[in-house]
């Protein structure tokens, strides 16, 4: 049995001396690296938070400490060393979480994967073990050098500092990176703190790309990664930190197992807030993730454990490099367009634009909040910003889209990725928020594109916009097959038209990426006898007059979207109908107004009844209630 084997939580670790905790660190990397290679998944994080975890569950005692997990993509270790050991499932149904998981294990605490939250958890979980007179329960919060970058850490980091005797304990996995380098305007600055290679080859890569990166968390960022290389004329962290009222200690070496521990351990004693500074590197000990000058294998799919290359190729989804094109072909024509990131060049398809216009390109770190409000300045300022976003992210920033951009009228474009059911990263990456939200929007216009042609044409629609906020909204995975119209209705495509041979009819709305599923159930349901219309209508917001007009010539309205059924396309449907007066009969079909748990998209889809075969029994069911109802004083008169 290897020592791995042997661990079936955490007290199983606290009996190992030194060497043994060093082949233990060795076996979990190799556990990781050929789990993650047949499942794929957030392999360079964890291999940087190996001895880090390790010195953390041999210094607490959880559950009974508090260990939290900032955005929790690099909690697989920690699920290793509390029991969990199956990996072969990972973030597949009936397999692990990606993330922590309070179902998996009372070791879990923090499931949802937005990041720069858990020092507001740990805020949180020391004022009521204070209150509840359980001082001797220590917090204790990891939070990685991108999570910091975001607003919410600042906001708990002054709070935590306040609570002098509420001990909680900041762990800061400093890896220099979210996905990219976490570079806040010291592109030049940084060149002198790493002198690997793989680093200047990044460095350069982002050079190229980012060459004036927001000064993000500038003091801060200064403070963590100056000191690392012992610059003097660097402000020494701990007084900036001591100034917030924190101890300081570090920074310490994150792959040091005894000198984490020791440090922890340190933390603890001072009985009060203090920041422990751990230097880690992304990827380490797996040399291809060390040396991807992208984003040291973050995230991806399946990949070949002897070179590190993805299986399925790691450009990422189609509808994310058609974006990516397109805002390159903007770009050239439109010299006001710029593009805003939130530490996601690469995820988010901007690489080719910031390579292309190196000096209109942001990256702000992960700050979707002011990302949205600096666009705002940016459009005040006359320019057309396009901020790139995956849609689950832009929800804390909701307040900045309502009352900074649409209250202002300014012409902001949101272009949200991973829209919709994405799946293998659970319920809080979903996109199934943006059409609600956005609908609550005075001002805001949404296009929600059916395949590749049309989200270059939407997208162009969108930045031709000057007098308001504008979003476009594309899901995960491959870009689908182009669905040519076979007609216009007003602004709407017609992509379908089928007689029926019983007199009822169906207008089937299809919203973005149900387009394609709609003109399959259309022609199951045509073949039912029933005569359908499906329509696209490009823009969701406003919503087209002329589906007034096609809605009284239907017995039956379906609306199909990839959202929360909740204040989306169909209740918007539903809205303009009504007040129109038009009582056509109306079905939504969307995602249940849930968190859904890991599995892949099909088989969310599938279940949730977002199919072809789904769609038409559900419409075909519906239309036969109609008609029953419709025959039912004709049949009764004929009774009496
Ligand atoms: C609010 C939010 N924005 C963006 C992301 C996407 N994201 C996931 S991990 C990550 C980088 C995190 O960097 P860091 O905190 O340094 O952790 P590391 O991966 O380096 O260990 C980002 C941007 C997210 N999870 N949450
Ligand atoms: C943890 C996080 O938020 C991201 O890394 C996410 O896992 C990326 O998912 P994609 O695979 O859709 O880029
Ligand atoms: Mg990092």
Same mark, same amino acid.
């Given at each position: 049995?290897?020592?791995?084997?042997?661990?079936?939580?955490?007290?199983?670790?606290?009996?190992?001396?030194?060497?043994?905790?060093?082949?233990?660190?060795?076996?979990?990397?190799?556990?990781?690296?050929?789990?993650?290679?047949?499942?794929?998944?957030?392999?360079?994080?964890?291999?940087?938070?190996?001895?880090?975890? #390790?010195?953390?569950?041999?210094?607490?005692?959880?559950?009974?400490?508090?260990?939290?997990?900032?955005?929790?993509?690099?909690?697989?270790?920690?699920?290793?060393?509390?029991?969990?050991?199956? /990996?072969?499932?990972?973030?597949?149904?009936?397999?692990?979480?990606?993330?922590?998981?309070?179902?998996?294990?009372?070791?879990?605490?923090?499931?949802?994967?937005?990041?720069?939250?858990?020092?507001?958890?740990?805020?949180? /979980?020391?004022?009521?073990?204070?209150?509840?007179?359980?001082?001797?329960?220590?917090?204790?919060?990891?939070?990685?050098?991108?999570?910091?970058?975001?607003?919410?850490?600042?906001?708990?980091?002054?709070?935590?500092?306040?609570?002098?005797?509420?001990?909680?304990?900041?762990?800061?996995?400093?890896?220099?990176?979210?996905?990219?380098?976490?570079?806040?305007?010291?592109?030049?600055?940084?060149?002198?703190?790493?002198?690997?290679?793989?680093?200047?080859?990044?460095?350069?890569? #982002?050079?190229?790309?980012?060459?004036?990166?927001?000064?993000?968390?500038?003091?801060?960022?200064?403070?963590?990664?100056? #000191?690392?290389?012992?610059?003097?004329?660097?402000?020494?962290?701990?007084?900036?930190?001591?100034?917030?009222?924190?101890?300081?200690?570090?920074?310490?070496?994150?792959?040091?197992?005894?000198?984490?521990?020791?440090?922890?351990?340190?933390?603890?004693?001072?009985?009060?807030?203090?920041?422990?500074?751990?230097?880690?590197?992304?990827?380490?000990?797996?040399?291809?993730?060390?040396?991807?000058?992208?984003?040291?294998?973050?995230?991806?799919?399946? /990949?070949?454990?002897?070179?590190?290359?993805?299986?399925?190729?790691?450009?990422?989804?189609?509808?994310?490099?058609?974006?990516?094109?397109?805002?390159?072909?903007?770009?050239?024509?439109?010299?006001?367009?710029?593009?805003?990131?939130?530490?996601?060049?690469?995820?988010?398809?901007?690489?080719?634009?910031?390579?292309?216009?190196?000096?209109?390109?942001?990256?702000?770190?992960?700050?979707?909040?002011?990302?949205?409000?600096?666009?705002?300045?940016?459009?005040?300022?006359?320019?057309?910003?396009?901020?790139?976003?995956?849609?689950?992210?832009?929800?804390?920033?909701?307040?900045?889209?309502?009352?900074?951009?649409?209250?202002?009228?300014?012409?902001?474009?949101?272009?949200?990725?991973?829209?919709?059911?994405?799946?293998?990263?659970?319920?809080?990456?979903?996109?199934?928020?943006?059409?609600?939200?956005?609908?609550?929007?005075?001002?805001?216009?949404?296009?929600?594109?059916?395949?590749?042609?049309?989200?270059?044409?939407?997208?162009?629609?969108?930045?031709?916009?000057?007098?308001?906020?504008?979003?476009?909204?594309?899901?995960?995975?491959?870009?689908?097959?182009?669905?040519?119209?076979?007609?216009?209705?007003?602004?709407?495509?017609?992509?379908?038209?089928?007689?029926?041979?019983?007199?009822?009819?169906?207008?089937?709305?299809?919203?973005?990426?149900?387009?394609?599923?709609?003109?399959?159930?259309?022609?199951?349901?045509?073949?039912?006898?029933?005569?359908?219309?499906?329509?696209?209508?490009?823009?969701?917001?406003?919503?087209?007059?002329?589906?007034?007009?096609?809605?009284?010539?239907?017995?039956?309205?379906?609306?199909?979207?990839?959202?929360?059924?909740?204040?989306?396309?169909?209740?918007?449907?539903?809205?303009?109908?009504?007040?129109?007066?038009?009582?056509?009969?109306?079905?939504? /079909?969307?995602?249940?107004?849930?968190?859904?748990?890991?599995?892949?998209?099909?088989?969310?889809?599938?279940?949730?009844?977002?199919?072809?075969?789904?769609?038409?029994?559900?419409?075909?069911?519906?239309?036969?209630?109609?008609?029953?109802?419709?025959?039912?004083?004709?049949?009764?008169?004929?009774?009496?």
């Amino acid at each position: 049995m290897s020592l791995l084997e042997s661990i079936t939580g955490p007290g199983d670790l606290k009996r190992l001396d030194a060497a043994q905790l060093s082949r233990l660190a060795e076996e979990i990397r190799e556990f990781l690296v050929q789990a993650v290679s047949r499942t794929g998944g957030h392999l360079g994080p964890n291999l940087g938070a190996v001895e880090l975890t #390790i010195a953390l569950h041999r210094v607490f005692d959880s559950p009974h400490d508090k260990i939290l997990f900032d955005t929790g993509h690099q909690a697989y270790v920690h699920k290793m060393l509390t029991g969990r050991h199956d /990996f072969e499932l990972l973030r597949q149904r009936g397999g692990l979480s990606g993330y922590p998981s309070r179902a998996e294990s009372e070791h879990d605490i923090i499931e949802n994967s937005h990041a720069s939250t858990a020092l507001s958890y740990a805020d949180g /979980f020391a004022k009521a073990f204070q209150l509840r007179g359980e001082d001797d329960r220590a917090v204790v919060a990891v939070v990685g050098d991108g999570a910091l970058t975001g607003g919410m850490c600042w906001e708990a980091l002054n709070n935590i500092a306040a609570g002098v005797d509420r001990p909680v304990i900041v762990v800061v996995n400093d890896n220099g990176r979210s996905y990219s380098p976490t570079i806040g305007g010291l592109a030049s600055h940084l060149a002198d703190l790493r002198v690997t290679q793989g680093y200047e080859n990044a460095l350069d890569l #982002i050079k190229k790309t980012v060459p004036r990166a927001p000064v993000v968390g500038n003091v801060a960022y200064e403070a963590l990664h100056g #000191i690392k290389k012992g610059l003097k004329d660097v402000l020494q962290p701990q007084a900036m930190f001591e100034d917030l009222g924190m101890k300081y200690v570090g920074p310490i070496d994150g792959h040091d197992e005894d000198a984490v521990e020791r440090a922890l351990r340190r933390a603890r004693g001072f009985g009060r807030p203090v920041i422990v500074h751990c230097i880690t590197t992304k990827g380490r000990g797996y040399a291809p993730a060390e040396n991807d000058t992208e984003d040291c294998m973050h995230g991806g799919g399946a /990949f070949d454990p002897a070179t590190g290359k993805f299986v399925t190729g790691k450009g990422g989804p189609d509808w994310t490099k058609v974006f990516g094109e397109e805002m390159v072909a903007i770009g050239r024509e439109r010299r006001d367009v710029v593009g805003i990131t939130a530490a996601m060049l690469y995820p988010v398809g901007l690489a080719p634009f910031a390579e292309a216009f190196p000096d209109r390109i942001f990256d702000v770190g992960i700050a979707e909040q002011h990302a949205v409000t600096s666009a705002t300045g940016l459009a005040m300022g006359g320019l057309h910003p396009v901020v790139a976003l995956y849609a689950t992210f832009l929800n804390r920033a909701f307040d900045q889209v309502l009352m900074d951009a649409a209250l202002h009228r300014q012409p902001v474009t949101f272009a949200l990725d991973r829209s919709g059911v994405t799946g293998s990263d659970g319920a809080s990456h979903n996109g199934m928020w943006d059409l609600s939200i956005l609908q609550l929007v005075p001002g805001m216009r949404i296009a929600v594109p059916r395949d590749g042609a049309r989200l270059r044409e939407l997208l162009r629609e969108c930045v031709a916009v000057s007098d308001g906020p504008t979003a476009i909204r594309y899901p995960k995975g491959p870009a689908a097959a182009d669905v040519e119209a076979v007609g216009k209705a007003g602004g709407m495509d017609v992509l379908a038209r089928h007689d029926g041979s019983n007199g009822a009819r169906v207008l089937l709305v299809a919203a973005g990426s149900m387009a394609t599923p709609a003109v399959e159930a259309a022609e199951l349901i045509a073949a039912q006898g029933i005569g359908v219309t499906v329509v696209d209508p490009r823009w969701v917001k406003p919503l087209d007059p002329a589906l007034l007009d096609l809605a009284r010539e239907h017995t039956l309205v379906a609306v199909a979207e990839d959202n929360g059924r909740t204040g989306a396309v169909g209740d918007a449907v539903a809205r303009l109908l009504r007040d129109a007066g038009v009582d056509a009969p109306l079905r939504t /079909f969307g995602i249940p107004q849930e968190f859904l748990d890991h599995a892949s998209r099909g088989q969310i889809l599938t279940d949730i009844g977002l199919t072809p075969q789904a769609l038409a029994r559900d419409v075909t069911e519906s239309v036969a209630r109609i008609t029953a109802d419709a025959d039912e004083p004709a049949a009764s008169k004929e009774r009496s």
